[in-house]
């Protein structure tokens, strides 16, 4: 079956700009996650949600980041007035149900700011 | 601080020897432990997990041990082939409620040499 999907692949912003990532995780998938990657570095926690209900934000570096999920299923990443330091791969994992299941991951939304 | 280390960022090893990649964990609350393998302009993808519960989780040409009193994980994979080279991850998450996200290691990058 299909994997997740992440769009657009690559973004170039200018800084101060607004940009919206995308996500399509596996169809029937409860939880879907966001994650930030520096580069050189693993990836690192923004947020969780289990179907439309956000249920940790603890990781979204600033109130410029914003995350949702409205139907429970397409989730999308906002990013509001970017800034140089946002420049990084933004991946997103869906998993079907709970803790102890795989979490699964797109191929990752890399994001320029210049 | 970093709650998951992977020590070495880089490794080599003989097409059909065995890799043996390492990750430290700090928190004692993890209980739950994945390793991914992600190659350039892709996603990560899960290659093998085990729960606290084991000691040694195997897949075929992989296999996972857990030292939880040295808060230790590693990899093996053999043989290895030059398909195998890529950045590995380990990920470590709790199976209590609450504690969903995943926590990442910087990675390894393994090469295979033919």
């Known amino acids: 079956g299909a994997g997740v999907s992440q769009s657009p692949r690559y973004k170039v912003a200018k800084r101060g700009q607004d940009v919206a990532l995308r996500c399509d995780p596996i169809?029937?998938?409860?939880?879907l996650f966001w994650y930030q990657q520096a580069l050189g570095q693993g990836p690192e926690f923004l947020t969780y949600?289990?179907?439309?209900?956000?249920?940790?934000k603890s990781g979204l570096p600033s109130d410029r980041f914003f995350a949702e999920r409205p139907e429970g299923s397409v989730s999308t990443l906002k990013i509001q007035r970017t800034q140089q330091e946002d420049s990084a791969v933004y991946l997103c994992?869906?998993?079907?149900?709970?803790?102890?299941?795989?979490?699964?991951f797109g191929p990752g939304t890399r994001l320029l700011v210049l | 601080d970093q709650q998951v280390k992977q020590n070495s960022p880089s490794l080599s090893v003989q097409e059909g020897r065995i890799s043996i990649l390492n990750c430290d964990y700090t928190?004692?609350?993890?209980?739950?432990f994945l390793w991914y393998k992600k190659y350039p302009a892709e996603g990560p993808t899960f290659l093998i997990s085990?729960?606290?519960?084991?000691d040694k989780n195997e897949d075929g040409r992989f296999t996972v041990f857990l030292n939880k009193s040295a808060k230790h994980l590693s990899l093996h994979i053999v043989p290895s082939q030059p398909g195998d080279s890529a950045v590995y991850f380990c990920?470590?998450?709790?199976?209590?409620?609450?504690?969903?996200?995943?926590?990442f290691g910087q990675g390894t990058r393994l090469t295979i040499n033919p």
């Open positions: 994992a869906s998993r079907s149900r709970g803790a102890g299941e795989t979490q699964y």
């Open positions: 169809s029937g998938h409860v939880s």
């Open positions: 949600f289990q179907n439309e209900a956000q249920l940790d």
């Open positions: 928190n004692s609350m993890f209980d739950y």
């Open positions: 085990i729960s606290s519960i084991k």
């Open positions: 990920a470590a998450s709790g199976l209590v409620q609450g504690a969903q996200k995943l926590v």
